[in-house]
C-alpha cells in the first residue's frame, strides 16, 4: 500500500473513558466485523481484561474507510504498562484522546497525553459520551484542550455507544494525522510493540513497519536480544488474522517468530533482515524492570508443582513477569514474583486463581532495593527475608505521581503524601475546579494501601498516575516479627526508620487479634535486629472443655472433636503456634489496598 | 458379648415447664393416663431388649425430662417392673421431692438421687427458668435423707448470666453446706436454637472473658473439701470421709469407660457392640409402634473400631484415673502426644495416658489434638 493513504493511530482514554467501545464502534461502521458477529469489545480478548473492563495486551487491526487503510493499534490503559503503551504509541502517527464528557480529564488522560506528545503524535481529541444525562461536553472539551494548547472547536463530539460522530472521527483522523514517513527501499527496521504466544506457532510479534519490506521466509533478526528466527507467516488483523506476503514501510501487523521461548523476544526491539539489514535500532528499547515483589504461595504445599506450571505458561504471555522458587518457614514452598506494578500484580494473581483454578497465599508486597551490605558488594533485593541487617547503604524506587482532584481536596492529598515521605514538586490548576498536584514518592509507600487512602479520602474523586523515576537512597530497616521467640519471615518488612515503630506496632496488634489463644502464652513481639520495639501477648487459655458427654451425648461430642482436629490439620505453623490460614491471611494482607 | 449389656437408662420426658436453656427430649404437662401409656410403651420396649440385658444389671438411671413428674403410681409401676441393679438412680428436680415421693423412691429400689438444684440464688434460677426456689432444694435434699439416701447428688451450673464471682462461691458453699455425697458441675451452654440462647447469647458472649475462671474456681472449692474431681464435671466425697465408699456414678462411669449400654424412651441412645441407634424423639410414633410390639423408629449408626476407640479415648480422658494405652494407640496423634506433653498438659502414667490438671481444664481441645484420623 502506498503510505500516503496510511494512517497509524491509538486509542488513548484513562480507564472507562470509553476507548474498548469507541474501538467496537471503527470496526463495525468500517465493516471489519459485521454487527451480528459483533461481540462487545472485539479487541479485548482476554475474558479477565473483559470482565475487569481495561486492556491488558495491545493489538493492531487493519480497517478500510474511504480508501485509506486505517491501523488501529490497542494500548494498555495503566501505568503499570506505561513502557508498553509508549511503544504502542511510537508505532503510530497519531491517536484519538478519549476525554468521557462526565468525568472531564483525568490522571491517566494527562498521563498518556503527555505520552503521546513526547511521541511527536498527532492528537485528536475527542469527547465521548455526550448522551449521557450529565455530560459537560463543553467543560470537557474545554479542559482537553486547554491541556493541548488546542482550539476548543476542533475537540469532536461522539457517542461511542451510539454511534454519533464516529465517521466524524474517522474522518478527522485522515485529515489530521500525517502519512507514515519511511524509507522502503532501506534495510528493514520493524518496531516489536507487542508480542503473544500461541501454543502452536510460538511467540507472536506485533509490529509496525519503519523502513524496508518484511517478507514471510526471510530470515530476520531482532537486535537488542540477538535473536535470529524465520517470518514463519506475516499478516495483519482484520480482526481475524489474515496472513499476506509481505508488509510494506508503514504498515502494522504480526509475524509468528516460531520462537518458543518469550523472553527471547522482547517488546521495543528492532527487526531487521538476518543478512545486510540495517546497523541502527529504532531508538527507545528498554529492559523492563520488575518493580514489586511478593511471595505466592500455594494454601495445599502440595500444590506447588501446579503454581510453578501455571507460573511457567503465564510467562509465556508475559515477557514482564519474573519468578524464583522461595521458601519460607511459615509457608512452604513457593514463589517470589516480581511485577511491573499493583495492577500488574493483581492480574497475575487473578488469572492464576481463575484460569489455573490454585488457591493462594500472597505475601504483602514490597519493592526492590538496593542495598549494599557493609564490606559487600551491592545486591538488588527483592524480598525482605534476604535484606542484610548490617548495611551501608539502600537505595529504594521513587515515582512521580501525578493525582488530580477537586480543589477541596487538596490539603487532604497533601496530609496523605506527606504521611508517605512524599515530597511535593507542583501544582497547576486544570480548570478552575480541578487541580493536578505532582508529587515525588518511594514506591514502598504506595504498594500497600495508598490507592486505597486516596479513593477514600477523596471520595472517590481522586484520580491517580504514576511513573518510576529512579531509586533514591532511604533509611530503611527491617522490622522482623517473632511470634513465641521465632521470627516469622514470611512476616517481615522493611520500612522507613521513622515509620518502623508505628507499622511494627500495628502488625503486632493486629496478629494479636487473629492469633487465636493457645494453650500456652504466646508473645508476639516486632523486633529491628535485636532490639524489640513492640510487644503483645496473647493469653494462655484457662479453659476448653465439653461440658457434659453422656450415653446420649457421645456421638455428637466425637464429631465436635474430630472436627475441631480436621481443622487443625489445615491450619499454618507460626514457629510454635498454629493459626488458621485465614487469620494468616488477614495479616499479610495488612493493608493491601492494592486492589481496584 | 450382646447377651450381657449391664446398664440400662430409662427416658422420662415430662416436664411441669421446659426451662429456656434445655435441650433435651422433653414433654410439658401430660396427665396420669399418658404417663400411663407412656410407661406401658417403655416396659414393652424393655421386653423387646431384654436379651440384650445382662440378667443382673449393674446400673439403672432415669434421666429426664423430669422423672419425679411422672405421676407417682405411674413411676413407682415403672420401678417395679424395671430389673434390679447396683445403682438404680433417679433425676428430680426439687420441687417435685415431697416424703412420700422420696419413700416411693425408697420402696421402690432407687439408691440414688440426682437432684437438679442449679443454684441457690433465686435471681439466678429465675433467669434459668427453674421452679424451685433456694428453700425448695434444701428441702428436697432433708425429705431424701429423712427417707434413707445416703447416695445423693447435686447438679450445678456456672456461667449463668449475671453470675458474679461471688455469686458462684456462695453456691458452692451452699452445696456444700448440705452434704452431698456426690456433685456435677456444668458450665452453662448456650445452646443453639434454644429460647434462652435467643435472649442470653449476646450477653454470655460478652462476660465469657470474665468466667473463664469460674471452672478452676469450681474445681479448687470442691477439691479443697475434700471431693474427688473424677471426671470433667463430676465429684465425689473421697472414701476417707465416706466410710470408704466409692461414690462415683456407676451409671455414667459406664458412659465414660466405654460400656455398652441400652437406653429406653423416646430420644433414648443405646450403644450395643459395634452399633449406636437412638430413639426418634416424637412420642406418638413411640407409643404406636410399642403397641404393636414393634420396635420404635429409630437412627442406626455403625461403629467401626476406628470410632470405638476414638471414643474410649476421648472419653476416658474426662476421668482422673489414665486410659490404658492398650488398644487405643491407634487412635492417638504422636506428634501431637509429644507437643501436648512437652506442654505438660498430657503424661503418661504406667501404661495408661492421662491429662494433667492444666490439661483437663483444657480437655476439649487437649483431646481433639491428640485424636488421629
Known amino acids: ?596 | 458379648m450382646s447377651a450381657g449389656v449391664r446398664h440400662l437408662y430409662v427416658h422420662m420426658p415430662f416436664c411441669a415447664h421446659r426451662c429456656g436453656y434445655c435441650d433435651f427430649v422433653t414433654l410439658v404437662g401430660g396427665d396420669g393416663e399418658l404417663h400411663g401409656r407412656y410407661v406401658d410403651a417403655v416396659l414393652a420396649e424393655f421386653e423387646l431388649e431384654r436379651s440384650l440385658l445382662a440378667p443382673r444389671l449393674e446400673t439403672v438411671f432415669l434421666g429426664g425430662g423430669t422423672p419425679t413428674f411422672t405421676a407417682a403410681g405411674e413411676l413407682a409401676r415403672l420401678l417395679a417392673a424395671l430389673p434390679p441393679a447396683k445403682e438404680v438412680t433417679v433425676e428430680a428436680n426439687p420441687e417435685t421431692v415431697t416424703p412420700e415421693l422420696a419413700r416411693l423412691l425408697s420402696r421402690d429400689g432407687v439408691n440414688r438421687v440426682s437432684i437438679g438444684a442449679q443454684s441457690f440464688d433465686e435471681s439466678l434460677l429465675s433467669v434459668l427458668e427453674r421452679r424451685a426456689g433456694p428453700d425448695d432444694v434444701r428441702r428436697a435434699f432433708h425429705h431424701l435423707r429423712d427417707a434413707g439416701f445416703d447416695d445423693l447428688s447435686l447438679d450445678l451450673l456456672y456461667g449463668i448470666p449475671g453470675q458474679g464471682p461471688a455469686h458462684l462461691e456462695r453456691d458452692l458453699e451452699e452445696a456444700l453446706a448440705l452434704g452431698p455425697e456426690h456433685l456435677s458441675c456444668y458450665e452453662l451452654e448456650a445452646k443453639p436454637g434454644t429460647r434462652f440462647t435467643h435472649t442470653y447469647g449476646d450477653e454470655l458472649a460478652r462476660q465469657s472473658e470474665a468466667m473463664e475462671g469460674y471452672f478452676e474456681r469450681v474445681v479448687e472449692t470442691l477439691t479443697g473439701a475434700g471431693y474427688r474431681w473424677y471426671e470433667t464435671a463430676n465429684f465425689c466425697l473421697r472414701p476417707e470421709l465416706a466410710g470408704g465408699r466409692d461414690l462415683r456414678a456407676r451409671h455414667n462411669l459406664a458412659y465414660w469407660l466405654g460400656r455398652d449400654y441400652v437406653g429406653l424412651g423416646i430420644g433414648a441412645v443405646s450403644t450395643v457392640g459395634g452399633e449406636r441407634w437412638r430413639n426418634r424423639p416424637k412420642l406418638g410414633r413411640y407409643l404406636e409402634a410399642t403397641s404393636r410390639g414393634e420396635r420404635p423408629p429409630r437412627e442406626v449408626e455403625p461403629l467401626g473400631e476406628d470410632v470405638r476407640r476414638r471414643e474410649r479415648l476421648l472419653l476416658g480422658l474426662r476421668l482422673d484415673e489414665p486410659v490404658p494405652l492398650a488398644g487405643v494407640e491407634a487412635a492417638l496423634d504422636p506428634v501431637a502426644l509429644a507437643r501436648l506433653t512437652q506442654l505438660g498438659l498430657t503424661e503418661q502414667v504406667g501404661s495408661g495416658l492421662t491429662l494433667t490438671d492444666r490439661g483437663r481444664f483444657l480437655g476439649g481441645g487437649v483431646t481433639a489434638e491428640l485424636l488421629a484420623f
Not at chain 1, 276 to 286: D, S, V
Open chain 1, 1 to 596: 500500500m502506498d503510505q500516503s493513504r496510511i494512517r497509524n493511530f491509538s486509542i488513548i482514554a484513562h480507564i472507562d473513558h470509553g476507548k474498548s467501545t469507541l474501538a467496537d464502534r471503527i470496526l463495525e461502521l468500517t465493516d471489519a466485523v459485521s454487527q451480528r458477529e459483533m461481540r462487545e469489545q472485539v479487541l479485548d480478548t482476554m475474558e479477565l481484561e473483559r470482565e475487569r473492563g481495561i486492556t491488558i495486551k495491545a493489538q493492531a487491526v487493519r480497517v478500510s474507510w474511504k480508501g485509506y487503510e486505517l491501523n488501529l493499534i490497542d494500548t494498555p490503559g495503566h501505568v503499570d504498562f506505561t513502557y508498553e503503551v509508549s511503544r504502542s504509541l511510537q508505532a503510530c502517527e497519531g491517536a484519538l484522546l478519549v476525554v468521557d464528557a462526565a468525568q472531564g480529564v483525568e490522571a491517566q488522560t494527562l498521563a498518556n497525553a503527555y505520552l503521546a506528545l513526547e511521541n511527536n503524535l498527532e492528537i485528536v481529541p475527542v469527547v465521548n459520551k455526550i448522551d449521557l444525562p450529565q455530560a459537560d461536553p463543553d467543560r470537557a472539551a474545554a479542559d482537553v484542550a486547554e491541556i493541548l494548547g488546542d482550539d476548543p472547536d476542533r475537540v469532536l463530539r461522539i457517542s461511542a455507544k451510539t454511534g454519533e460522530g464516529v465517521a466524524d472521527a474517522l474522518d478527522a483522523l485522515v485529515e489530521r494525522l500525517p502519512a507514515p514517513l519511511g524509507d522502503p527501499d532501506a534495510p528493514l527496521r520493524a518496531l516489536i510493540f507487542d508480542s503473544s504466544y500461541d501454543q502452536y506457532r510460538g511467540v507472536v510479534a506485533f509490529v509496525r513497519v519503519i523502513d524496508g519490506v518484511l517478507t514471510r521466509r526471510e530470515a530476520v533478526h531482532a537486535m537488542a536480544l540477538a535473536t535470529t528466527f524465520e517470518a514463519e507467516e506475516v499478516g495483519f488483523m482484520s480482526p481475524e488474522r489474515r496472513p499476506i506476503e509481505r508488509l510494506t514501510a508503514g504498515e502494522v501487523g504480526y509475524v509468528f517468530t516460531g520462537l518458543k521461548d518469550v523472553s527471547r523476544l522482547r517488546v521495543g526491539d528492532t527487526i531487521t533482515a538476518a543478512r545486510g539489514g540495517a546497523t541502527e535500532p529504532l531508538p527507545g528499547y528498554k529492559d523492563v524492570k520488575p518493580m514489586v515483589f511478593a511471595g505466592l504461595f500455594p494454601t495445599e504445599s502440595d500444590d506447588y508443582p501446579e503454581l510453578r506450571d501455571a507460573l511457567d505458561r503465564l510467562k509465556l504471555n508475559d515477557a514482564a513477569l519474573f519468578y524464583e522458587p522461595e521458601t519460607s518457614q511459615a509457608l512452604g514452598f513457593g514463589f517470589r514474583c516480581g511485577f511491573l506494578g499493583l495492577l500488574h500484580m493483581e492480574i497475575v494473581r487473578e488469572r492464576l486463581e481463575r484460569e489455573f483454578d490454585l488457591d493462594l497465599l500472597v505475601t504483602a508486597p514490597n519493592v526492590a532495593y538496593r542495598v549494599l551490605p557493609r564490606g559487600g558488594e551491592a545486591i538488588e533485593v527483592h524480598s525482605p527475608a534476604d535484606f542484610p541487617s548490617d548495611l551501608e547503604e539502600v537505595e529504594e524506587p521513587y515515582i512521580r505521581a501525578s493525582i488530580i482532584v477537586p480543589k477541596e481536596f487538596v490539603g487532604t492529598v497533601m496530609e496523605l503524601n506527606n504521611e508517605r515521605r512524599g515530597s511535593f514538586d507542583h501544582m497547576e490548576y486544570l480548570s478552575e475546579e480541578r487541580v493536578l498536584l505532582l508529587y515525588e514518592l518511594p514506591l514502598a509507600e504506595i504498594v500497600l494501601d495508598y490507592y486505597d487512602q486516596l479513593k477514600s479520602r477523596t471520595r472517590g474523586y481522586a484520580s491517580f498516575d504514576y511513573d518510576v523515576v529512579g531509586f533514591r537512597a532511604g533509611e530503611l530497616s527491617r522490622v522482623d516479627i517473632l511470634v513465641a521467640g521465632d521470627a516469622v519471615d514470611a512476616l517481615s518488612l522493611i520500612v522507613h526508620r521513622d515509620f518502623a515503630q508505628a507499622r511494627g506496632r500495628a502488625l503486632v496488634e493486629r496478629l494479636k487479634e487473629e492469633i487465636p489463644r493457645q494453650f500456652f502464652d504466646v508473645p508476639i513481639q516486632a523486633a529491628i535486629g535485636s532490639r524489640v520495639i513492640a510487644r503483645e501477648t496473647v493469653k494462655a487459655k484457662r479453659k476448653d472443655v465439653l461440658a457434659k458427654c453422656y450415653g446420649g451425648d457421645i456421638s455428637r461430642k466425637r464429631k465436635l472433636l474430630e472436627r475441631q482436629k480436621a481443622g487443625k490439620k489445615r491450619m499454618k505453623q507460626l514457629g510454635s503456634v498454629e493459626l488458621p490460614q485465614e487469620a494468616f491471611l488477614a495479616v499479610l494482607s495488612i493493608g493491601d489496598g492494592s486492589r481496584r
